[in-house]
């Protein structure tokens, strides 16, 4: 039974059974707090894909400059040549062979592998080292538009087979004195492995450059002057790979026309 008394002539006031005329209260604040659980939800799902995304690739100028300001990166290992970590070794033949068939896309994500295994001390994977003969044919000091800012960098040809260059990178605070001179021959011994490739670039008419780095910084012996090497602290991961500019084969071979070839071994 439901009665209404009408008072002032202007409402009604309800009395008994059925709903009341005032509304309910409560409603939105739950809303509110589902849609902010929600987002705090997803806000906490999306810090923790982006930390697995940036510790799993830290080759990524962004991952790397993210770990290198909360210090996040393990120190580079100074290695011997006898501490080296087990890997693959590729002459010039070898190297071409390897990686003239990769697509874009594959040369991509190796050169993705070989540099994370390099800022990861080979902990996962195991490095590609570099052997053979070859001819200097340019050479010039590290800066900081590189990926390694002090120091050398030497472009190297192959003697057996001309399709094939190499960057040596050669890590030094403290020299400034030229490490080898144009057309002096280097030999990395297949017995004493240290120069670990870092980047395979395809280059025009069917020819590569390899990045390498060697991994026993203290052991490696120019013609002109010995150079004294040590892990980098720091890498700049938006440097341009290769490192130094192509040179053609014929412009190379001016070059070194009228030097006298010297042999260079890495040394232990």
Not at 77 to 104: H, I, M
């Amino acid at each position: 039974m439901h009665v209404r008394f009408l008072s002032d002539g202007s409402e009604y006031r309800s009395y008994g059974g059925g709903s009341f005329s005032k509304k309910k209260e409560g409603n939105g604040s739950i809303f509110w707090w589902a849609i902010l659980i929600t987002l705090l939800m997803g806000a906490t799902t999306f810090c923790w894909f982006f930390s697995i995304m940036v510790f799993a690739q830290p080759e990524k100028p962004f991952n790397y400059k993210v770990l290198a300001k909360f210090n996040k990166l393990e120190p580079l290992r100074p290695w011997s040549t006898f501490s080296v970590p087990n890997g693959k070794k590729f002459g010039a033949r070898d190297l071409l062979s390897e990686f003239y068939p990769y697509s874009r896309e594959q040369l991509v994500v190796k050169n993705d592998l070989l540099k994370r295994s390099y800022i990861r001390n080979y902990k996962h994977e195991h490095p590609l080292y570099i052997t053979g003969s070859y001819k200097v044919i340019s050479q010039r000091p590290l800066g900081t538009q590189d990926v390694i800012t002090t120091g050398w960098v030497v472009r190297v040809r192959s003697v057996e087979i001309e399709d094939v260059d190499l960057e040596m990178v050669l890590p030094s605070p403290s020299s400034k004195a030229e490490p080898f001179a144009i057309g002096d021959k280097v030999t990395i011994e297949s017995n004493r492995p240290q120069l670990a490739a870092l980047h395979v670039q395809r280059l025009d008419g069917e020819r590569i450059c390899v990045t390498t780095l060697p991994l026993a910084y203290t052991s490696f012996t120019a013609s002109l002057t010995e150079i004294k090497m040590s892990p980098p602290e720091k890498l700049n991961m938006d440097a341009i790979w290769p490192i130094t500019q192509d040179i053609p084969i014929m412009a190379a071979e001016n070059m070194v026309e009228t030097t006298t070839i010297k042999g260079i071994a890495v040394k232990s």
